[in-house]
Nanobody, 121 residues
Framework: QVQLVESGGGLVQAGDSLRLSCVVS????????LAWFRQAPGTERDFVAA???????IIADSVKGRFSISRDNTKNTVYLQMSNLKLEDTAVYTC???????????????WGQGAQVTVSS
């Protein structure tokens, strides 16, 4: 079956950098768009970043200039590189995949379990 598994989360200080990874199994991601979303307790799930099969990217305004997304099709993996982390970045980060590039959660049909990122002062 298809699985998406995130890793790389943890507790960091404000201003630090962190890289999240999402490894996809049971599916060749070459033709898929991949994305990252995040959700803090009691809030809606928000779009963070997405990358298409041709490496076109969409970055949310809230993280633009600090976060970047990339993919390695040979490793069936998508990455989220986060820099200059803020307290407001604290959330569960989840990766997703779909046939088509979009910036909203309803477009994505395959989801990971999520990874916690906590930013402290």
């Amino acid at each position: 079956q298809v699985q998406l598994v995130e890793s790389g989360g943890g507790l960091v200080q404000a201003g630090d950098s962190l890289r999240l990874s999402c490894v996809v199994s049971g599916l060749n991601i070459r033709t898929y768009a991949l994305a990252w979303f995040r959700q803090a307790p009691g809030t809606e799930r928000d779009f963070v970043a997405a990358i298409g099969s041709g490496d076109r990217t969409i970055i949310a305004d809230s993280v633009k200039g600090r976060f970047s997304i990339s993919r390695d099709n040979t490793k069936n993996t998508v990455y989220l590189q986060m820099s200059n982390l803020k307290l407001e970045d604290t959330a569960v980060y989840t990766c997703a995949a779909n046939l088509g590039l979009a910036a909203y959660s309803g477009a994505f049909r395959l989801w990971g379990q999520g990874a916690q990122v906590t930013v402290s002062s």
